[in-house]
């Protein structure tokens, strides 16, 4: 540790709350080169145990320059509040050196865990807020499988870092099948280490949430039908340019540019960068889609094997028509719809003949303006012929389109890397 993080470490102190449960700031320190970015390592004894229903949430008090700044913990920088050691980053206001500062904290009863597992975005407001996991994945899985997460709230699953996952030799991706898809003869199995956290969204986005963000609802299915509400069925006949706005010329970063007009992307960034300073939301790669679907799994289908006697409990496939999201078992890490339903676009056009010619998880395909078709991944509900269709719904399959295409099979879930 240089001498400059060093004196500023020491300048922040540790604080207790009530006896039961305790935090104590046991490390700060300040990024190099200088961005702003302060990591916080504390720790948390007695702290909350979501199986009995005791959650607690926490805030850190700084004072920098002679100011006094309360970061929410939950709705900042999702600190959990689990027993043990947690490192959570914090992004200084601009002008503020590290040094200048202080740093306290406090932990307290709550209605919801603490934590970052999940992150929600109130579509109405552009609030970000986090919530950690509750007593099980299927407890989760039940609180945000409602109404509320598909229609005001957008909801999205941290996908951490492989070294603080439970695969720290890399999320697995590819299963060695060949298929018919002109782009990709090949599938290869691979495991991908990551260095960042991001968040994938538990459902596609709905109808409704299309609609409150991009005020049009271009869906051919919008017609309350056979126990579905049309305004939770995922949105579609959406072109990737609908999405994430842009032409044939696009710019791989994290980040769209946020915006009020255009895309549902650049809306939605526009509207979190106003009320939290947040921008990022974006299409996943195709990388970071897989990862996601497979939770691991290296079957060729997330759930395991290919069987007609129960394939559709977990896809949406041989239907006329969507339906409404998550009415299927989600895969391990609460995620719905990952096969069927739509075919969902990623970020990458179609220039790489093989997804693992990706020289990281975070960088899409740019083959540039010569190249017009972009990915999709997923498969969509109208696969009908079960023998010669349902390869479509394996998690390694891939299909594309022009860019500018809107059809009644694509829809898109949404990303965002923590960076």
Not at 58 to 87: K, L, R, Y
Not at 392 to 402: G, T
């Amino acid at each position: 540790m240089n001498t400059r993080i060093a004196a500023m470490a020491a300048m922040f102190c540790a604080a207790t709350a009530a006896a039961n449960p305790t935090v104590t700031i046991d490390r700060v320190i300040q990024r190099w080169p200088w961005n702003n970015k302060v990591d916080v390592t504390y720790t948390v004894a007695n702290g909350q145990d979501p199986a009995n229903n005791k959650f607690y949430r926490m805030d850190f008090v700084a004072e920098c320059g002679g100011t006094v700044q309360t970061i929410d913990g939950v709705h900042d920088i999702g600190a959990s509040t689990d027993t043990g050691t947690h490192t959570v980053t914090w992004t200084l206001p601009d002008g503020i050196k590290a040094t200048d500062c202080t740093l306290t904290a406090r932990i307290y009863s709550a209605d919801a865990p603490g934590g970052d597992d999940y992150m929600i975005v109130n579509i109405q407001t552009g609030a970000i807020s986090y919530e950690g996991l509750m007593g099980s994945q299927a407890a989760s899985n039940e609180r945000y499988n409602s109404a509320l997460y598909k229609t005001t709230n957008m909801v999205f699953r941290k996908i951490a870092r492989t070294a603080d996952s439970a695969f720290p030799n890399g999320y697995p991706t590819g299963d060695n099948t060949g298929y018919n898809e002109s782009q990709v003869s090949y599938s290869p199995a691979t495991n991908w280490v990551t260095t960042l956290d991001y968040y994938i969204g538990v459902f596609p986005v709905t109808q409704w949430q299309y609609n409150e963000v991009y005020k049009k609802n271009p869906s051919k299915w919008q017609d309350d039908s056979e126990g579905n509400v049309a305004a939770y069925r995922p949105v579609e006949n959406v072109s990737w340019s609908n999405a994430r706005g842009g032409s044939v010329n696009f710019v791989t970063t994290n980040a769209v540019s946020p915006s009020v007009d255009g895309a549902f992307l650049r809306r939605l960034n526009a509207m979190t960068l106003a009320q939290n300073g947040t921008t990022g939301f974006d299409l996943p790669t195709e990388v970071m889609w897989e990862i996601a679907c497979r939770a691991g799994a290296t079957s060729r289908y997330w759930w395991g094997t290919k069987d007609a006697n129960n394939d559709k409990t977990y896809a949406v496939w041989g239907m006329d028509t969507t339906v409404e999201v998550g009415t299927k078992l989600p895969n391990a890490l609460g995620l719905y719809d990952m096969a069927g339903n739509v075919y969902e676009w990623v970020l990458d056009d179609n220039s790489r003949s093989c997804m693992t010619d990706a020289p990281d998880p975070w960088t899409a395909a740019c083959g540039g303006s010569s190249v017009t078709k972009r990915m999709l991944r997923g498969g969509g509900a109208y696969s009908s012929n079960y023998s010669s269709n349902f390869g479509n719904f394996r998690a390694s399959y891939r299909s594309k389109d022009e860019y500018d295409t809107a059809y009644h099979q694509f829809g898109f879930r949404v990303a965002f890397i923590m960076r």
